[in-house]
């Protein structure tokens, strides 16, 4: 391949349980599009696998046995990768049919957009649709200015993780991922993206995101001094790209999006300490701030598989 249109950043790490479902998940869409594969000391063959898959995929794969976490995985493929554009695909997400065609499409239609988004399904160990994760964009594709989307993605990281394409070099200018945040560097990174231009939104769910007992999102939500703090960071440091009026008006709604995150984390482990607290914040907020805050937070949609998974086990 000369010239790839999209490269695709795999962090890989003990993934042989869900990587050939994701490798499958890319066939037929790989017409200018390469995949980088970036494996962290693997123990299960998951190198094995990859090395089965480049026979029919256009996948290059990196060693990085002193990689520590996913973030830093991603940013040594963010680092390789030939094409303008990117998207990240971890080892236990994947592709919806025509997701390719689809996002070449919307970069073409919104060429000044600086993050193009989509909606992505919620899926648990099986491969069955729990959910469906929809960022509050509206029901149809649209363009949505910085401000808008800044003010929203603040409240609440609605977008799943597979389910973002955005420019490389304005990844890469920001310094990529922060390795230290290892919850909420992907919000931290839609959030400076959305800073500098316009999003490109579609409701189709083009990818679907695995939500397991075991996952790091799960297992890292047991500390949550470490876990709060994870949270703060991005409000923290994107709300000044807010004017002052609507960052008044959002950083309460922030503040306590994140104080629900932490209290529901600590309930699914079993600590429920203080969210009745939590919830009579939610109530004191009043009728007029209901609605974003719901909107923007997105707890139902979010929270409804999660019950789902955890019913299940």
């Known amino acids: 391949m000369t010239d790839p249109w999209l490269s695709v950043l795999m962090p890989v790490y003990d993934g042989a349980t869900t990587l050939p479902r994701t490798l499958a998940s890319l066939k037929g869409q790989c017409d200018g599009v390469e995949i980088l594969a970036v494996v962290q000391q693997s123990r299960d063959g998951s190198r094995s696998l990859l090395e089965g898959a480049a026979r029919h995929l256009p996948l290059r794969i990196i060693d990085a046995p002193e990689s520590r976490n996913w973030m830093r995985n991603t940013n ?153 703090r994870q949270l703060s960071i991005p409000v923290d440091r994107h709300i000044t790209a807010l004017p002052a009026p609507r960052a008044r008006e959002v950083e309460p709604l922030a503040r306590l999006s994140n104080e629900l995150n932490a209290c529901l984390a600590g309930a699914y482990h079993g600590s429920a300490s203080g969210c009745w607290r939590t919830a009579a914040r939610i109530v004191m907020l009043g009728p007029a701030r209901w609605r974003p805050f719901f909107a923007y937070t997105n707890i139902i949609n979010r929270l409804r598989p999660r019950l789902r998974l955890r019913g299940q086990g």
């Open 76 to 228: 040594i493929a963010l680092a390789e990768a030939r094409a303008p554009l990117a998207s990240m695909l971890h080892q236990d997400d994947l592709w919806r049919p025509g997701r390719a065609i689809a996002l070449r499409k919307r970069s073409a239609e919104h060429p000044e957009a600086r993050l193009w988004v989509h909606a992505a399904d919620y899926i648990n160990a099986d491969d069955r649709i729990i959910g469906r994760a929809a960022p509050p964009f509206g029901r149809k594709a649209a363009l949505v200015d910085s401000e808008t989307a800044v003010t929203r993605l603040l409240v609440q990281n609605t977008i799943p993780l597979p389910a973002a394409m955005f420019r490389r070099d304005d990844a890469l200018q920001g310094g990529g991922l922060d390795e230290d945040l290892w919850y909420t560097a992907d919000w931290d990174l839609w959030l400076r993206l959305a800073r500098l231009g316009p999003l490109s939104w579609a409701p189709d769910p083009l990818a679907a995101f695995r939500i397991h007992s075991s996952s790091l999102t799960m297992t890292g939500s047991r500390d949550g001094a470490d876990f709060r």
